[in-house]
């Protein structure tokens, strides 16, 4: 079946502005997760979603980040505001429960200019 | 809290050569420790993971994994390098629990010389 997809795949905007990144996940996977990977370092974690809640969102970095997922598939993060330091490349994760494995999308890569 | 510890942003080897990826790591309760990799320009692709069965793990393209308790360790091995292994590998524990999120190590670049 289809793996976990994410786009754009590029995003290039100003300083400033907004951006959204879209994340697919396997469908019936019930846990999804966003990660960012700067250049040259691991990734990072930023929120995880059960469902359509997110328990666990300790990781996200300012009040400029949110993200929401609805119908328990698709999943939206928000950057507001977007700084230099934004920029890099945000993975998205899904799982379900059995497979304890996180399947992971392309990639968006951001850059704030 | 945990924590992981990749030895080497870089590892230069040989074709044919052994292949040696270190990673340690800190739980405070017993973990769960995976092997990504991924090639340019592409998403993370699991190599193997150990989930308290074996200790030796057997995973994919021919690389192998020993969880040792007493080391804290987690290396990733492969007898013989091929070109085609170049690529970040990173190491990644969690909490044991089937939706505890990963924790990253800052990945290791492969790099294979014919």
């Known amino acids: 079946g289809a793996g976990v997809s994410q786009s754009p795949s590029n995003k290039v905007t100003e300083k400033g502005k907004d951006v959204e990144l879209r994340c697919d996940p396997i469908?019936?996977?019930?846990?999804l997760y966003w990660y960012r990977q700067r250049l040259g370092q691991g990734l990072e974690f930023l929120i995880y979603?059960?469902?359509?809640?997110?328990?666990?969102k300790s990781g996200l970095p300012s009040d400029r980040f949110s993200a929401e997922r609805t119908g328990e598939s698709v999943s939206t993060l928000t950057i507001q505001r977007t700084q230099q330091e934004d920029s890099a490349v945000y993975l998205c994760?899904?799982?379900?429960?059995?497979?304890?494995?996180?399947?992971f999308g392309p990639g968006t890569r951001l850059t704030v200019l | 809290a945990q924590s992981v510890t990749q030895l080497g942003s870089h590892v230069s080897v040989s074709e044919g050569a052994l292949v040696l990826l270190r990673c340690n790591y800190s739980?405070?309760?017993?973990?769960?420790l995976f092997w990504y990799v991924q090639y340019p320009n592409q998403g993370l692709q699991l190599l193997l993971k150990?989930?308290?069965?074996?200790?030796l793990v057997k995973g994919i393209n021919g690389f192998e994994a020993e969880f040792k308790k007493s080391e804290t360790s987690f290396h990733l091995t492969k007898p013989s390098a091929h070109m085609s292994d170049a690529a970040e590998y990173f190491c990644?524990?969690?909490?044991?629990?089937?939706?505890?999120?990963?924790?990253f190590g800052k990945g290791t670049m492969l790099l294979v010389s014919p």
């Open positions: 994760a899904s799982s379900d429960r059995q497979a304890l494995e996180q399947f």
């Open positions: 469908s019936g996977h019930t846990a």
């Open positions: 979603f059960q469902g359509n809640s997110a328990p666990d």
């Open positions: 739980s405070s309760v017993p973990p769960y």
């Open positions: 150990y989930t308290s069965a074996a200790t």
């Open positions: 990644a524990v969690s909490g044991g629990s089937g939706y505890s999120t990963l924790t």
